[in-house]
C-alpha cells in the first residue's frame, strides 16, 4: 500500500515554535526548513509528500515544484490550502493508497476523516519530526565515537587477530 502525507504548510509552521518564531524574521526561510524537515521524513518513511501553502505572498495561479523530494504547491489566488487538500483526497484516492492529512483545523480533520483520509494533527507530525531528527544525531555521533577509536572485542579475538596480522 502506498502512504501519502498531505501538509498544511502554513499550519504546521504556526503550530511549530521554531518555525512560527523564524516565520516572523524571514518567511522563505521557515518554509524552506519545513520543506527540509519533510523530506528527511521522506527519505525514512518512503511516503509521498505534498506540502500545500495557501497563495498568501505568493498571489497568481498555482504553482507546484518538486524540492528535495517533497511536492510543494502554493494554491491559485482566493483558494485556501483546504480546498486543495480536499480536492487532492479525491483525486489521489484508490485502494492502493492511504493518505495522511497533517493539519490542526478540526474543520479540516473532520472534513478530511469524513472522505477516509487519516488525520494527524501539527503537533503529532512535528513530535514525529523532532524525534526522527533526534534519532539521525544520536546515530551520527555514535557513528563519530567508533570512527578512529578502538572496537571493543573480548581478549580472545584481540589475541587471535594479533595472530593473523603477525603470520602466525
Known sequence: MDDILIVDGYNVIGAWHNLSSLRRKDFENARDLLIDKLSEYQAQTGWRIILIFDAYLKPGKETTTR???????????????????????????????????ATS???????VFSQGALRIPSRELINELEKMDQHLE???????????????????????????????
Do not use: C
Open 138 to 168: 544520536e546515530k551520527t555521533q555514535r557513528k563519530q565515537t567508533f570512527k578512529g577509536g578502538k572496537i571493543p572485542m573480548d581478549e580472545a579475538t584481540r589475541k587471535k587477530l594479533e595472530k593473523m596480522r603477525r603470520g602466525f
Open 105 to 111: 483545523d478540526m474543520a479540516e480533520q473532520w472534513a
Open 67 to 101: 524540492k528535495a523530494n517533497v511536492d510543494v504547491i502554493y494554491t491559485k489566488k482566493n483558494e485556501k490550502a483546504d480546498q486543495k487538500i480536499e480536492g487532492l483526497i479525491s483525486k489521489l484516492k484508490n485502494v492502493k493508497t492511504r493518505i495522511h492529512v
